[in-house]
């Protein structure tokens, strides 16, 4: 899927790239990329990419569909929050996409939490595509609130 995926991408970006075809005055905005997802940051090879490093490193304690876990308000006997759901059903869209991305890196070290962190593990970009996999599971809504925060 991923390769079908990439070489798509691939194809998009060689036709994009021949002469200039941008309309007037949109020189000013970055052209997305060929394959960004309708209203989102990222893009559909983004997405396929995060998802082999999210059920590599993060199913075990998020669950395969980030649903983990439904009573994520309850801190154990121990006073830590358990892994928290990150497919929109908690708070994850009240952070920032930096905030996401150091999470990752850092882990919840910085906030007095448990969750280990993956700096040597995944790279930046692989990060950046974690937080796109994650996000395909959002809502429109719940995308639309977060994109909110993360332009302030
Ligand atoms: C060992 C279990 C464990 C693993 C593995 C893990 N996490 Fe976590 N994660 C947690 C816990 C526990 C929290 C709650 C904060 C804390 O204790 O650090 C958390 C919090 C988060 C948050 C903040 C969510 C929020 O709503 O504030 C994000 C985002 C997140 N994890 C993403 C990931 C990603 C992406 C991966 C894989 C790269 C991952 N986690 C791997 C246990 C884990």
Redesign the pocket.
């Known amino acids: 899927m991923y390769r079908i995926l990439t070489a798509l991408a691939g194809m998009a970006l060689a036709t994009a790239c021949g002469p200039e075809s941008a309309p007037a005055g949109s020189a000013a905005v970055a052209a997305p990329a060929a394959d960004t997802v309708p209203g989102r940051w990222y893009t559909e090879a983004q997405v396929a990419a995060g998802e082999p490093?999210?059920q590599a490193?993060?199913a075990?304690?998020?669950g395969a569909d980030g649903s983990a876990t439904p009573d994520?308000r309850k801190t154990d006997a121990n006073g830590?929050?358990?892994?928290?759901?990150?497919n929109g059903t908690?708070?994850?869209?009240?952070?920032p996409l930096v905030v996401?991305t150091e999470?990752?890196e850092k882990?919840?070290?910085q906030?007095?939490?448990?969750?280990?962190g993956?700096a040597q593990?995944?790279d930046a970009d692989g990060?950046l595509a974690?937080?796109a996999y994650?996000q395909s599971w959002w809502t429109d809504d719940i995308y639309a609130r977060w994109d909110e925060i993360d332009r302030r």
């Open positions: 490093l999210y490193h993060c075990v304690c998020h994520w830590n929050f358990p892994p928290p759901p990150l908690a708070h994850t869209w009240h952070h996401l999470t990752i882990g919840g070290a906030y007095g939490g448990l969750m280990p993956f593990v995944i990060r974690v937080v994650i």
